[in-house]
């Protein structure tokens, strides 16, 4: 083939790109495209954060591109009228791309194809994003897997991944260039200036990617199984952006784990307990691929009747602004607020509060969450909501609650991970940190806190709170 398009979507990298290597391979010219289309993704179209990850990655791409004489081509509207204009005025014969799994792209990546081969042209998908694809996985009786555990020991079962592919040496420019947007022309960033700070947080793109594995593999995969649970360490790879956005692919980041394991006895434990979390972001794929309703409904429809409490509004707003009196959910959501990410046990701990003490629904979170972080990720992030409400794969049995002060003086005894996000509690000694509403009033004087002034109480006290959602939840899961 003379000419053709690579379709860039969420592979926003050179190396380890099948479909771009597929291109290469099949013709002399190479034309890279992006098109912006949020109205295609449903109701899940990128928040704030990820607009501001997209319009980073997407400006880096292009300077790579750029320095092998190629660039990307960037358009925005819908995705089949975009791409039938594209290959006529560039005379392609075809369109490769890489495969996404969120519903509404599915299916409208579904009808593109079809109309592309009517049409006569070539038209060739590939997996980037993913070890095995959600189809490849199934049960002794042959049906998808909503438990973790055996999907992750029929994942593990399999050959290693094959080797990574290495970035192209050409990109097969072309010497005429179609016309495209400039990338400010797509108003990806708010306008309100709240995604500034998040420079100083994250490098996105694929060079960004690679440093912050390069830090991971050196820093922290030694400890990483004892490390991961605590917010005031650098303990995970923070790869999840990356991770999303197509600038790592996970056999990239599989094979770095798996070359620094070899041989190094130290790593062995913390390199398996990454890769498993690898699994996890794997299977919650399987899960959203199968089951494609369950970004906005439960998994199990029993749940869908679950009584959440009326006018859970102005809890929510709470909860948003980190205002619940419960430390650890406030630190979560403001260290959210400040960086576009939270610690994975934060998350749990926040999300458990919304959906079973503050009785909010779990969509409300998950919502919350979407705008808010750099890595939100549809599958991973219905499967982490539904996972704390105790309506999805794999979910904790609902009599299963998290105590938000246990887990803090737990997971962050010397309270380094509130102090940094609550400074209003600093002077707080570490044993009432956790619990301020239960401090005395001579620590509580002494530390210069005034409660309702300075810091709420709990919005809803946790132990009565507690109960109601076991005796909601009882009923439905009895019904
Ligand atoms: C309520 C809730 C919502 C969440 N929303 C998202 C989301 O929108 N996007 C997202 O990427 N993760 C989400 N997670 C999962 C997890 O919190 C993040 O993947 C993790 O904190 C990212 O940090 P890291 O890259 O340093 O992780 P690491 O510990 O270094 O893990 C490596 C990679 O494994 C994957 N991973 C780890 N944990 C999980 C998990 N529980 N489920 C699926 N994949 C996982 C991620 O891709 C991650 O980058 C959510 C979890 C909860 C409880």
Same mark, same amino acid.
């Given at each position: 083939m003379k000419t053709v398009l690579f379709w860039f979507r969420r592979?926003?990298?050179?190396?380890?790109n099948p479909a771009l290597r597929a291109a290469l391979n099949a013709a002399d010219r190479v034309v890279p495209v992006y098109i912006h289309s /949020?109205? =295609?993704?449903?109701?899940?179209?990128?928040?704030g954060a990820s607009r501001w990850w997209l319009m980073k990655s997407l400006a880096r791409l292009d300077r790579r591109l750029r320095d092998h004489d190629s660039r990307l081509i960037i358009r925005q509207g819908d995705a089949l009228d975009c791409l039938h204009s594209l290959l006529a005025s560039t005379a392609a014969e075809a369109v490769f791309w890489n495969r996404l799994y969120e519903p509404a792209v599915v299916e409208r990546d579904r009808k593109i194809k079809e109309w592309l081969k009517q049409q006569g042209y070539h038209a060739e998908s590939h997996n980037g994003?993913?070890?095995?694809? /959600?189809? =490849?996985l199934r049960t002794g009786k042959g049906e998808p897997y909503r438990v973790f555990t055996p999907f992750w020991r029929a994942l593990s079962k399999r050959d290693e991944p094959d080797s990574p592919l290495q970035k192209p040496r050409t990109l097969r420019p072309t010497a005429q260039w179609p016309s495209s947007l400039a990338l400010d022309e797509l108003k990806l960033l708010s306008g309100i200036g709240w995604e500034d700070k998040l420079e100083t947080h994250w490098q996105p793109g694929e060079a960004g990617a690679g440093d912050a594995m390069d830090r991971f593999l050196d820093q922290a995969l030694v400890d990483y199984k004892t490390a991961r649970d605590l917010p005031d360490v650098s303990g995970t790879s923070r790869l999840s952006p990356h991770l999303h956005f197509g600038e790592i692919s996970p056999r990239q980041a599989w094979h770095r784990v798996r070359s620094r394991m070899a041989g190094q006895a130290a790593v062995e434990e913390g390199g398996w307990t990454w890769l498993r979390e690898l699994g996890w972001r794997e299977f919650a794929h399987h899960v959203l691929f199968e089951f494609p309703h369950t970004p906005d409904q439960p998994l199990y429809s029993r749940w869908q009747d679950f009584p959440w409490r009326k006018n859970h509004e102005a809890f929510v707003l709470a909860w948003q602004r980190g205002e619940t009196g419960y430390p650890i959910v406030d630190a979560g959501m403001r260290e959210l607020w400040e960086t576009g990410y939270m610690h994975n046990r934060v998350r749990m701990i926040a999300a458990s509060v919304l959906v079973k003490?503050?009785?909010?629904?779990?969509l409300s979170g998950a919502k919350w969450f979407w705008d808010t972080?750099?890595?939100?990720d549809l599958a991973n992030n219905t499967m982490g909501w539904q996972w704390s409400a105790g309506c999805g794969a794999d979910a904790a049995p609902y009599f299963r609650i998290f105590n938000p002060f246990t887990q803090s003086r737990r997971f962050d005894p010397e309270g380094r991970y509130l102090r940094r996000w609550l400074p209003e509690l600093s002077k707080l000694p570490d044993r009432d940190l956790h619990a301020?509403?239960?401090?005395a009033d001579g620590i509580l004087h002494h530390a210069g806190l005034r409660l309702d002034r300075d810091y709420p109480r709990p919005i809803v006290d946790y132990k009565s709170s507690r109960e109601e959602a076991l005796a909601a939840a009882r009923a439905v899961a009895s019904a």
């Open positions: 592979d926003l990298r050179l190396s380890d /949020p109205h =295609e993704e449903g109701d899940w179209g990128p928040g994003a993913l070890l095995v694809e /959600p189809w =490849e003490n503050i009785r909010a629904p779990w972080l750099v890595d939100a301020p509403h239960e401090a």
